[in-house]
């Protein structure tokens, strides 16, 4: 007996170890990822002119750097950099929730309708707003209003059927139809400078991102995820079902939503400034999940470390396969995403879930 529970004792540490080696190991992918898409571009420079650039910035009395070599890391790359780093730790953070809330593994926030209401609210700012008051401001409040309605309209419509994962599943599928229906009325009544807008905003893109949009995103993620990671053990008794979650003293109904909700407006936040950014969410916590198990103790922070490298590589390869054209990264991710999808679709094991 005593030594069975050695064994199960050693088993624990060597998972436990090999989780936080993952974690461990991701963290510096994306520094070195980061460095490598602040080199990338025309201007020729290289990892040391960018790291004094970087510490430049933040110890300007301690470290100097060519003024035009500041201007392109701190102007042009590096919050654009971060930015990526932020928004796909924050969508793949929102997938890993919503996969694990809905016992879903299709649930991300694009196929629950979250990002097609972000679009209809794009559409709606750039064509109905007259043109004397229409501003990129007004886009991301509209984008985010609606994103945020929509959630709202998920949990509404759950609660007549009870809310559970099933009901909440097909009212975002309802509400998926019925915003990208909108939208494309929208765009057929748009005039053709409209359209194009529209259509460029659904790529996804990040080049709308500046230092300010930044530090929004960055503070509801940094915000938010502690939040579902100290309610990880919710979902953790959730993904084995509302009936064994019940007995171990979880309130379903009120955990679901208020996961849901968090996870709702960390996709709002980001998706109002970027546009709509699919397969992060979905593919990111399969890839986490396969590699570390399902405990979402590390599964969200996993899962955000693994979009977050998802998206800056994306984001990397479109500022360079055409280069100087920049290829929108929302292309980019479903390219990247459909054949990591494909290969886990082709080697999913019910047992990993």
Known sequence: MEGGKETVAAAFRKTQVRRVLFLVTLLVLAFLLAIASIVIGSAGLGAADVMTAVLAGIAPGTFSSDPMVHTI???LRLHRVLFALVAGFGLAVAGAVMQGVLRNPLASPFTLGIASAASFGAALAIIVIPAVVFSDTLVVISAFTMSLLAAGAIYGLSRIRGVSSESMVLAGIILMYLFGAMTSFLQYAGTTEQLQAVVFWMFGSLQRTSWEKLALVSIVVAVVTPLLVWKSWDLNALSMGDHVAQSLGVRVGQSRTLNMVAASLITAAVICFTGTIGFIG?????????AIGGDHRYLIVGSGLVGALILLASDSLGRTILAPQIIPVGIMTSFIGI???????????????
């Open 73 to 75: 890391v701190w102007d």
């Open 282 to 290: 979905l593919v990111s916590p399969h890839i986490t999940r396969l």
């Open 339 to 353: 054949p990591f999808f494909l290969y886990l679709f082709m080697r999913r094991r019910e047992e990993y879930w």
